[in-house]
């Protein structure tokens, strides 16, 4: 007998009349022949108002009591679902976190599932009885309540689907599926019919609020098919499931709209640096991302990076921390800003995709704060009120809205042999990672990667305003060049640097084509670095696990390496390094990430 696990979202479950028809689902796959799980969150805008109300007491509630306060929600909708299935005449139980024996770290209010206990679970499943199963909320190992972060029910969700070996987990909410962006920020986003666990991984961690992306990353460790479904007709939503055939150039573009920056400013210069960023970030288990960094004068460096505008406080502190340890420097940062993201694992193999993202936004008249980009994302920092028209302009840009990819594929690169392994080799690798993995969330590095063949060129002194960018990759794209990293760092006094790498074989090819768009840009400089190596880390749930950034950097600080450019991603994250440093490199985060 298969087992079917089917989540409802807040929305789905906000009324009695809306909990029946939730029931009316389960007990119709129950009939069907299946065993069923249900989890649910909490009712309608539940969790805000005990947000909100624990606000009311203390304006710093303690982690642990809000954890107790916030699991209530679920509790609520578990009692209530259980007694609409048993009222259609089905048996039914609810369970909490605990109860099932979901067992997590110690992190309040964003903890990690270690375990899950089937047993009471597959008994309940085993005397027929559907299995209502509070989402978001766990036990760590003193019997305190924890929960697992906002929008956690989706990854309790998928964590069951995965232990029980469910045939499928349905994710059913409050649209008809995943969409090319927000449908509710841009009217025309379309409804994907099939999305790969990379592409939604990048775009749920890059703002994308229809999935939890922890949940993917359980979908992609344990391979559990997921459709997203509306709870309110029968329409067939969007699987998500590994890469099919024909990849978009890009699949959707994201919204991370409370974004802040961090900036140390004018830090030494010398290996070791990013490591204690990193690590300061990781002991307070904050993500951070869009890491640039460049070489100011008198050997100091800058180092800036964005994290969700929730965080500040703490990062704030954590960055002071470093500094003070580095023993001169300035925290400075940034705030009313939103990261825009487009996403597509096609991407990797077109040129002319930065530039059309960039020309896209400038004729918007947005000016792009920051760039960063890994293989399959680009994503910039722009000012809050462009947020909206920025999302509109790159959505508009590469037509989302439309079913085929309307950018030509001006060129494809050419797979290079050392590191041409195939999709099911690295999925191969991944599992055998997964299947030593001591506890169910953790970290998944299943590969290095060092990149010998490219080059590194950088414009320096650009004046700050639209187009710059535009200009710059246009003239790339057109030279048939495919640009890989790019990193725009923020401007100081009205002038902004961009550094970004190209296969060696095009670098003559590249400089050319950047200087005659340069041109236009009076005071800019062009440098070029021929003997670089691209080093990267591959794996789930890269960035948010903040341990892999953690571990990275310190192996590649005692190794000597000097970092010369950061991409951050849930699938990889990429340095640029000096090329006589490429192999010692390599061979030391192997063996930081154990790996043979
Ligand atoms: P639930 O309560 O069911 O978990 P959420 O509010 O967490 O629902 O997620 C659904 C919402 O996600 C939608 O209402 C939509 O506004 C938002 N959303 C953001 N990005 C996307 C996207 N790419 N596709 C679909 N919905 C999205
Ligand atoms: N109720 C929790 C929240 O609002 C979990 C969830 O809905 O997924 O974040
Ligand atoms: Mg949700």
């Known amino acids: 007998m298969s087992i079917i696990v089917q989540k409802f979202g807040g929305t789905s479950v906000a009324t009695p009349e809306k909990i029946l028809v939730a029931a009316q689902r389960a007990v119709a796959a129950k009939r069907a022949g299946n065993q069923v799980v249900v989890v649910v969150s909490a009712r309608g805008h539940k969790t805000d108002e005990l947000i909100d109300l624990a606000h009311e007491i203390s304006e710093t509630p303690p982690a642990r009591e809000m954890d107790m306060l916030l699991a209530t929600g679920e509790q609520e909708s578990v009692a209530l679902m259980a007694m609409a299935v048993?009222?259609?005449?089905?048996?039914?139980?609810?369970?909490?976190?605990?109860?099932?024996?979901i067992v997590t770290d110690s992190t309040h209010t964003k903890a990690r599932i270690k375990a899950i206990s089937t047993e009471r679970l597959r008994h309940a499943l085993e005397a027929g009885k559907i299995v209502i199963a509070a989402g978001f909320q766990g036990i760590d190992d003193q019997f305190n309540i924890t929960t697992l972060g906002r929008g956690g029910s989706d990854t309790t969700a998928v964590a069951l689907a995965a232990v029980l070996k469910a045939a499928v987990c349905e994710i059913y909410t409050d649209v008809e599926g995943v969409f090319t962006t927000d449908p509710r920020l841009v009217r025309e986003a379309r409804k994907i019919p099939r999305v790969s666990y990379d592409d939604i991984?990048?775009?749920a961690s890059l703002g994308a609020g229809v999935m939890h992306s922890r949940s993917i990353e359980f979908a992609k460790k344990y391979s559990v098919p997921v459709l997203v479904r509306p709870a309110y007709s029968d329409g067939e939503g969007t699987l998500i499931a590994p890469h099919g055939d024909d990849e978009d150039v890009v699949t959707g573009a994201a919204l991370a709209k409370a974004e802040v920056r961090v900036s140390l400013w004018d830090i030494p210069d010398r290996p070791g640096v990013m490591s204690l960023v990193f690590t300061k970030m990781a002991e307070r288990k904050i993500p951070i991302d869009m890491v640039v960094q460049n070489v100011g004068s008198h050997g100091l460096a800058n180092v800036s990076f964005t994290v969700e505008q929730d965080e500040l406080a703490e990062t704030l502190t954590a960055a002071q921390q470093a500094v003070d340890e580095l023993g001169s420097g300035q925290v400075q940062h940034g705030t009313n800003l939103s990261k825009v993201s487009v996403v597509g694992t096609g991407m990797q193999t077109h040129t002319g995709v930065a530039a059309q993202m960039f020309s896209s936004l400038a004729k918007a008249g947005v000016n792009i704060l920051m760039i960063t980009t890994s293989d399959i994302k680009i994503s910039v920092l722009v000012d809050r009120n462009q947020a909206q028209a920025s999302l509109q302009a790159v959505h508009e840009g590469f037509d989302l809205h439309r079913e085929q990819p309307a950018l030509p594929p001006l060129g494809v690169s050419q797979p290079d042999d050392e590191s041409d392994e195939t999709e099911r080799d690295r999925e191969e690798r991944?599992?055998?990672?997964?299947?030593?993995l001591a506890s169910m969330e953790d970290?998944?590095?299943?590969q290095v990667e060092l990149?010998?063949?490219?080059?590194?060129?950088?414009?320096?002194?650009?004046?700050?305003?639209?187009?710059?960018?535009?200009?710059?990759?246009?003239?790339?794209?057109?030279?048939?060049?495919?640009?890989?990293m790019i990193v725009q760092n923020v401007s100081q006094s009205g002038h902004t640097n961009i550094s970004f790498t190209v296969p060696r074989n095009d670098l003559e090819k590249s400089v050319a084509a950047t200087r005659t768009a340069a041109v236009n840009w009076t005071g800019a400089e062009i440098s070029f670095d021929r003997e670089i190596a691209k080093l990267s880390v591959l794996g789930i749930g890269l960035r948010t696990h903040t341990g892999v950034g953690e571990k990275m950097f310190r192996a590649l600080a005692e190794a000597g390496v000097n970092i010369k450019?950061?991409?951050?991603?849930?699938?990889?994250?990429?340095?640029?390094?000096d090329l006589p440093?490429?192999?010692?490199?390599?061979?030391?985060?192997?063996k930081a990430f154990g790996l043979k």
Do not use: C, W
Not at 443 to 446: K, T
Not at 464 to 484: E, H, K, R, T, W
């Open 443 to 446: 970290i998944v590095v299943s």
């Open 581 to 590: 440093h490429g192999q010692a490199a390599y061979e030391s985060l192997m």
């Open 451 to 484: 990149d010998a063949d490219q080059a590194l060129v950088t414009l320096r002194g650009l004046a700050d305003v639209p187009g710059v960018a535009a200009a710059v990759f246009s003239a790339n794209a057109q030279a048939g060049v495919v640009v890989d």
């Open 430 to 436: 991944a599992r055998d990672v997964v299947s030593r």
């Open 86 to 101: 048993q009222k259609l005449g089905e048996q039914a139980i609810s369970m909490t976190g605990a109860q099932i024996g």
């Open 565 to 577: 450019m950061i991409s951050t991603g849930e699938v990889r994250i990429s340095t640029v390094i």
């Open 201 to 203: 991984l990048e775009l």
